[in-house]
């Protein structure tokens, strides 16, 4: 399957356009922070906790830089100030600077500037020593429970409250399940702060919060000893607070994040300056913390046409890629999203299906890969829908997809009970373990209906790829390019928490992750 469709020349071209794409937002990347990205610092020193009215102390204390005009030399260096002040503990440090008249405070002499920034970064190389040490936690348990063969059976729970989840998700690895995944309460991404505690009530899901991360990492840990098999933990870092839940979810030993450089953009109509900057800082935590990312490519062809539309897939995901990879992630890290949902009326729809799953394989040979299963033309014939997902479970396993998230039968119904997901892991498992080889068996004609195909989408997605570099990814995105979706530089929510950068803007962990890269 390696050599097929397209050469190694015209990916190679795909990846250079796609860097001459990135190079100008990383210009802007470097030039400022946001307000979540100083939260997020904050939280690395241990700033926890709520104020008297409910506020998160981060967004108290950030808030409080922010409207004195000061937080542009980062939180970091402001924490610093407030141990100069006195202050013997975070908590203290943040009542200090929210008391204090920050714009009337004077520049230190340089020795004692430079003692301050010595010792803030001292401290962010201990909190970084002990953040390693909760990950080597995790990979210990998973070199002790290794896990089935890929491709790994992803489901979702998604009740809002918490403790219901951990018996739905124990359940699920219990039937079968590899990977389960929290799915977020609705709009939880327009939320311009992170919910404090375990939480009980949602709408679509179940607020992601560090309280919630920490149980349900807590019972999938306990399941996968009694199972004798690893269960890995996803949840979503995106939004307005992307960068903060992506150290909570590290902190607490998650997998996976579902974290994409445009999806708020395009899909949560969130300022694309500030997704750009977040995503940047929110994937070097995940680099740090060998979390493999989950990219929402197979979202576009929900909102255009999946047949029409495959070559915007293609594209994306070449761009995504180069935002990881400069981001510090590895191509093992790299859970490159799309899908199965080209209209199943269509004639010929596996072959077309099996075209761009391996066209995706072929240019990223090395990256697991993430396979959604068919959602926008299911139906509420709950016998069809079960054979329309079973055609993605076979196309998983003959294109060696690394996570694939399972298809309901009920999906157009109703959330999955637990009984829709047995019935659909059994099935998957049977497709697995029936069709396991089966990419070694047949060799797909180069001249025939899936190589003509591959090579007509890549072809259309390098064309793409051409008018992004040309024009500015600002106004492909513009152009509504991706998922038939338009959105401005300048629009959408978040863009008052971007801020430039000082010329002596202080950022110690962004230091420490930079220099492991």
């Known amino acids: 399957m ?30 400022n922070t946001t307000i979540s990205v100083e939260r997020t610092v904050l939280r690395w020193f241990g700033v926890d906790g709520v104020g008297n009215l409910g506020a998160p102390l981060v967004n108290l204390m950030c808030d409080r830089l922010k409207e004195a005009g000061v937080l542009n030399k ?9 141990l100069r002040m006195g202050a013997t503990s975070p908590l203290d440090a943040v009542e200090r600077l929210t008391a204090a008249p920050l714009e009337m405070l004077q520049p230190l002499p340089p020795e004692e500037e430079k003692k301050l920034r010595d010792e803030v970064r001292a ?48 359940a699920a690895a219990q039937a ?30 179940t607020y992601a919060t560090q309280e919630n991360f920490r149980i349900m990492r807590e019972a999938l840990d306990d399941e996968s000893r009694k199972l004798k ?18 150290f909570m979810a590290a902190w607490e030993r998650l997998d996976m994040l579902l974290n994409d450089s445009m999806y708020g953009i395009l899909f949560r109509d969130i300022n694309m300056r500030r997704t750009f900057i977040d995503q940047y800082f929110s994937r070097r935590i995940c680099a ?60 010929e729809t596996l072959l077309l299906e099996l075209s761009q799953a391996m066209l995706v394989r072929r240019c990223f040979p090395n990256a697991p890969l993430k396979y959604m299963p068919p959602t926008k033309h299911k139906e509420t014939d709950i016998f069809f829908s079960h054979a329309y ?14 996570i694939q998230l399972l298809g309901m039968m009920t999906e157009a119904m109703h959330t999955p009970l637990l009984a829709d997901r047995y019935v659909a892991l059994k099935a998957a498992s049977y497709v697995h373990r029936a069709a396991r080889g089966i990419d070694e068996e047949f060799t797909v004609r180069e001249d025939g209906k899936i190589a003509n195909r591959a090579r007509f989408v890549f072809g259309k997605a390098l064309e793409l790829l051409r008018e992004c570099k040309g024009d500015g990814m600002v106004a492909a995105i513009g152009r509504g390019r991706f998922g038939d979706v338009k959105r401005a530089e300048t629009g959408g929510k978040g863009l008052d928490g971007v801020i430039e950068k000082a010329p002596d803007y202080f950022n110690p962990f962004l230091e420490i992750m930079e220099a492991s890269t």
């Open 288 to 347: 740090m913390a060998g979390i493999i990312i989950n990219t929402g490519e197979d979202n576009y062809i929900t909102t255009a046409d999946a047949y029409d539309a495959a070559h915007t897939v293609i594209a994306s995901q070449f761009i995504n890629e180069c935002f990881a990879r400069r981001a510090g992630l590895q191509d093992w890290q790299l859970g490159i999203g799309h899908s199965y949902e080209i209209d199943p009326h269509m004639p």
């Open 74 to 82: 980062g939180a970091a260096y402001w924490y610093g100030r407030a």
């Open 229 to 246: 098999r690893y269960i890995e933990l996803t949840n979503y870092s995106s939004g307005l607070c992307m960068t903060e839940i992506a």
């Open 176 to 205: 079968g399940a590899d990977v389960i995944a929290v799915i977020r309460s609705t709009a939880q991404s327009l939320l311009d702060y992170v919910p404090q505690g375990a939480t009980t009530e949602g709408y679509g899901g």
């Open 2 to 31: 390696s050599g097929l469709f397209v050469t190694d020349e015209q990916i190679a071209e795909a990846r250079q356009l796609a860097s001459d794409i990135t190079d100008p937002i990383f210009d802007l990347i470097s030039k």
């Open 389 to 402: 997902d079973v055609m993605a479970d076979l196309v998983a396993v003959w294109t060696r997809q690394g």
């Open 123 to 170: 401290e962010a190389r201990a909190v970084v020593s002990e953040f390693k040490g909760r990950v080597e936690q995790r990979n210990e348990l998973k070199r002790e429970f290794p896990m089935a063969p890929a491709p790994h059976k992803y489901v979702i729970v998604a009740t809002g409250n918490i403790f219901d989840d951990v018996d739905q998700a124990r």
